[in-house]
């Protein structure tokens, strides 16, 4: 629950500071005294988006913060996940800059709207008088059930899995469309990897097709060279050989005279060793060398393949055709393997579809189950609000489809008077039965809806005397299980009280700003009074007020 708020520079509040007991709490103020001001000021708190209209003071900041006990509620885990330290007195608070630049912290961690709004829906719901409108809404209506039913988990188990449902059905129609689009492009992918795939080639096969051309088409050139080396190695007359043989004889000679002879004889001869090897290697690949019209032949239109395949696809070497034969190769692939991937997308969707029929079973049994119970409920609370002809009916018909709630359409039907068949709630007039008839529902779902807190703004629209005291009594009994904040013009429910807090204005020479008071016994007479005989209050009024409160 909330145990304190403060509000700053909001715009007709400079400084604002309350403490807040539980029970029922009720505010009260004359019209425009600045009730709605402090209801907006508490919706920043919630996460509600604000601009600088609402700063009083433009050179100075806006803050509100609210600190919660929520030691009752095992909401660790919400803070678990959002990285934030768990206290049991958390702090909440929203500053809005001049600039308009707007921060939320929880417990002086700082926080994004979204999370803020997780975490504060989990702890204050206020109700404004435009919200009786949400009994029109069929999500209204089946939240109200589904918490009576008490189906949150179930809720939240089949919501996870029909987003992955509708999920799925997407990533299929994609899979479908672009498996009808690409199988047009089949032919022509398993043309281009047939091109290559014909071709056979090699790793490093052009590099040593262009050496073996070159050599081929040099042959005579080669082979007249090698012949000419021969020749002057070794030819009758002075050749290379015959001289070094002629150098090792003469080294001989000098043995006994040059002790270097030994080295200079050894060296030579290791020459004329190497020239002789030369000699005979190159005489045996002159004669292995033949001239090779065919090879060559067949080289150059190897190479024209290879030159022709790398200009059609633009690239610069066969590394680059066997990335394109490998691209080709999986787009091929990936375009046969859609019917697969298209029947194994069915599958998961059918077992979507089975766990979804699953909980949704389980959602309507749950739904059936709670409906009678929560219309006598219902019922009952509104024949004590004075509406004794009243009917009120839950009606669960069936979908074919899945919905966000599963396959039960859910519609609250009503009736005030006698004789009259009960209809959709749109059909209701009245502005005093939609706001005893909001409140019911929430009475009824506050024990199922562990929620700490709930402000009412003026849930007493359109009612007064009795039904406004037993209106009142119901805030009261409501305010056993959770903390009520009710503000009200009505002075029986004001009277009904554990904590009274009066709005009022002030007005300053050059400003009018609203303040916030705890009124004491004495000041609850009084403000009682006035809510019944207005500004000039009478001894009458006094003693009305006093029979109201119980304190006569």
Known sequence: MITSLVIQNYALIDNLNIDINGGLSIITGETGAGKSIILGAMSLIQGQRADTNIIGDVSKKCLVEAIFDISDYNLQDIFKQNDIEYFEKTIIRREISPEGRSRAFVNDTPVNLSTLKEITE?????????????????VFQTEALDSFAKNKEIIINYQITFNKFKSL????????????????????????????EKAELKEG?????????????????????????NYLLNNDENSALDLLKEAVKSAENIFDYLPKAN??????????????????????????????????????????????LKR????????????????????LEQISSYDLQIENKKTEIENCRKQLSEFSAQLNKNRLN????????????LENLGMPNIKFVVQIQNTEDFTIYGTDHISFLFSANKNSEAQPITKIASGGELSRLMLAIKYVISKSKTLP?????????????EIAAKMGALLNKMSENIQIINITHLPQIAANGKNHYMVYKKEETDK???????????????????????TNISESAIMNAKELLKIL
């Open 122 to 138: 989990k702890l204050i719901d206020i109700h404004s008088q435009h919200d009786n409108l949400d009994l029109n809404s069929t």
């Open 169 to 196: 059905k997407t990533e299929l129609n994609e899979l479908i469309q672009k498996s009808e689009k690409e199988k047009k492009d089949f032919d022509y992918f398993q043309f281009q990897f047939d091109q290559i």
């Open 205 to 229: 096969e052009e590099e040593e097709l262009e050496k073996e051309q070159k050599q081929l088409s040099h042959i005579e050139e080669i082979k007249k060279n090698l012949s000419k080396i």
């Open 263 to 308: 080295e200079i004889h050894s060296r030579i001869s290791t020459a004329l060793i190497d020239l002789q090897d030369l000699t005979n290697e190159t005489e045996i690949i002159n004669n292995d060398l033949e001239l090779e019209p065919d090879r060559l032949e067949f080289i150059n239109s190897r190479l024209e393949t290879i030159f022709n």
């Open 312 to 331: 059609k696809f633009n690239v610069s070497d066969i590394q680059e055709l066997f990335k394109l034969k490998e691209d080709f190769a999986q787009k």
């Open 370 to 381: 709670s409906k009678k119970t929560f219309e006598e409920k219902i019922i009952y609370i």
């Open 453 to 465: 807190t709930i402000i009412f703004d003026e849930i007493d629209t359109g009612i007064s005397g």
């Open 512 to 534: 009018t700003s609203t303040h916030i008071k705890k009124l004491t016994n004495e000041e609850r007479i009084t403000e009682i009074a006035k809510m019944l005989s207005g």
